[in-house]
């Protein structure tokens, strides 16, 4: 007599199923009954973002978990429709530490971080970042090369980046930023001249 066994796959389905439906159930607001991918990476950028923070005096971080839907995190902005995450504001927070690469997951227009301060390299690659029309580190304590992938972002508009501690040669791509109304790169060791 043969046995046949059923296939789990149906109950790992419905299992996977049931538990998301419970986690979009418990957030407040979420226009859809199911997490997409690209939420459930957003969610895992931001919660990356926060872990690199090493002070936040204004516990502004403190009720990113998993109770409140991300888009209604503190200095989060998110796009209608698919809710993907296009802003991160948090000028003049002081908040303190790295910035982590993984915030090249999120579909940034806007990173405004001026007045706080982050230092260390920007490990992430701008390529991941085409939509971003404003970037705003001025007076932080960020070093290194202006990375040359920022070149992939096209749209910029907004290029504050002064006060820093960016080293090198200003980079010639720069000079091919159509859209950009506003640049301040002053206040570095950056030798040459914008082109």
Same mark, same amino acid.
């Given at each position: ?44 950028? $931001? ?48 908040? =303190? ?35 971003? =029309?404003? $970037? ?6 960020? =070093? ?11 749209? $910029? ?21 159509? =859209? ?16």
């Amino acid at each position: 007599m043969a046995t046949t066994s059923q296939s789990p796959k149906p109950l790992v389905f419905l299992l996977c199923f049931s538990s998301t439906f419970i986690v979009v159930i418990g957030q407040r607001e979420v226009p859809t009954a199911l997490v997409s991918l690209s939420n459930v990476s957003d969610q895992f950028a $931001l919660l990356s973002f926060k872990s690199l923070v090493t002070r936040d005096p204004y516990n502004l971080l403190s009720k990113w978990n998993f109770n409140i839907f991300f888009c209604y995190w503190n200095g989060v902005s998110c796009s209608c429709g698919l809710q993907r995450v296009v802003a991160l504001n948090f000028s003049g927070k002081a908040l =303190e530490g790295t910035i982590s690469p993984y915030i090249r997951n999120l579909s940034l227009q806007v990173l405004d971080l001026l007045y706080d301060s982050f230092y260390g390299h920007l490990l992430f690659d701008f390529s991941h970042l085409p939509l971003l =029309e404003n $970037l705003s580190i001025r007076r932080n304590n960020i =070093e290194g090369l202006i990375p040359q992938t920022l070149s992939h972002c096209q749209g $910029l508009q907004r290029l504050s980046a002064g006060f820093n501690q960016f080293y090198g040669s200003i980079p010639k791509f720069l000079g091919s930023f159509s =859209e950009l109304k506003h640049l301040n790169i002053q206040g570095h060791r950056l030798t040459g001249t914008i082109p």
